[in-house]
T-cell receptor
Framework: DQQVKQNSPSLSVQEGRISILNCDYT??????FLWYKKYPAEGPTFLIS?????DKNEDGRFTVFLNKSAKHLSLHIVPSQPGDSAVYFC??????????FGTGTRLQVFP | DVKVTQSSRYLVKRTGEKVFLECVQD?????MFWYRQDPGLGLRLIYF???????EKGDIPEGYSVSREKKERFSLILESASTNQTSMYLC????????????FGPGTRLTVL
């Protein structure tokens, strides 16, 4: 049973500081992960991805780290901005065009 | 830019009504998906289509059906709406090549009274 878990339903961070969102997975066969960001009343938008051939992928203020031995990935946002306040979903690609999504973490960045 | 559109942003229906949710994508994607999003449950896959007239059940297909008569259009049908189908419905599309990001529409907030 493939599962993707985001154990923190919410996170509150001060503007300018680092936000760290975590995700754990159980399936090791297809190590390709994506992060999506979702604002209220909008669809999720793709943010960043990482495959098993890397342990880090960076795009501007966003960096995703993959720890395969721990089956854990994390998204770092530095520096955090109020516009980053949203729900963040991690997702695992099964290599079959389908994605398994986590339950999401609501990030609030306050001034 | 990929554009995925959904026919309604907000919809209110009564128990027992037949409900149609429409989704259109303009990027010639092979794959189309219907999800529902509920608090604390994340995004759950209802149905998936990898080609015209082809469909595959997702994790929660009960109470739903789908139709894909044209490549760009994927419809979700609630045969007899129930209150537990009140949710945010999200449509997505992607190319067919294994590891690919999905592009989402804006969602339809459905309330069943």
């Amino acid at each position: 049973d493939q599962q993707v878990k985001q154990n923190s339903p919410s996170l509150s961070v001060q503007e300018g500081r680092i936000s760290i969102l975590n995700c754990d997975y159980t399936n090791s066969m297809f190590d390709y992960f994506l992060w999506y960001k979702k604002y209220p009343a909008e669809g999720p938008t793709f943010l960043i991805s990482i495959s098993s051939i890397k342990d880090k992928n960076e795009d501007g203020r966003f960096t995703v780290f993959l720890n395969k031995s721990a089956k854990h990935l994390s998204l770092h946002i530095v520096p955090s901005q109020p516009g980053d306040s949203a729900v963040y979903f991690c997702a695992e690609s099964l290599g079959t065009d389908k994605l398994i999504f986590g339950t999401g973490t609501r990030l609030q960045v306050f001034p | 830019d990929v554009k995925v559109t959904q026919s309604s942003r907000y919809l209110v229906k009564r128990t027992g009504e037949k409900v149609f949710l429409e989704c259109v994508q303009d990027m010639d994607h092979e794959n189309m998906f219907w999800y529902r999003q509920d608090p604390g449950l994340g995004l759950r896959l209802i149905y998936f289509s990898y080609d015209v007239k082809m469909k595959e059940k997702g994790d929660i297909p009960e109470g739903y059906s789908v139709s894909r008569e044209k490549k760009e259009r994927f419809s979700l049908i609630l045969e007899s709406a129930s209150t537990n189908q009140t949710s945010m419905y999200l449509c997505a599309s992607s190319f067919s090549a294994g590891f690919n990001e999905q592009f989402f529409g804006p969602g339809t907030r459905l309330t069943v009274l």
